[in-house]
């Protein structure tokens, strides 16, 4: 069974569109085209956002943001996470 794409470019458009019966976010998509691969007929469509805030790592003040499309390669290259890379070496 072929599956639908949907892009929607904010995470507010992509959640609204998830209401649909059958839908389910693809982030990394492992688990989820996993699922499908393996016959799971209740995912037909897939909805995925490309807003760039998804994927942004912003350090200001003392605090870091890490979006949750960050990637591992991504915290263990940045300059101002070097407490993290080591760890983020093993997990990724």
Do not use: C, W
């Not at 507010?12 to 982030?27: D, E, I």
């Not at 350090?59 to 300059?79: D, F, N």
């Amino acid at each position: 069974m072929a599956l639908a794409l949907q892009t929607f470019s904010t995470v507010k458009a992509a959640n609204a569109a998830l209401k649909a019966a059958g839908t389910r976010y693809l982030g990394g998509g492992t688990l989820v085209v996993r699922a499908a691969n393996e016959g799971d007929v209740s995912v037909s469509s897939l909805i995925r956002s490309t807003d760039p805030a998804l994927s942004a790592i912003t350090v200001s003040g003392g605090k870091v943001r890490i979006g949750a499309s960050v990637t591992m390669a991504a915290i263990a290259r940045h300059p101002d996470l070097s407490s993290l890379s080591q760890t983020a070496r093993a997990v990724g």
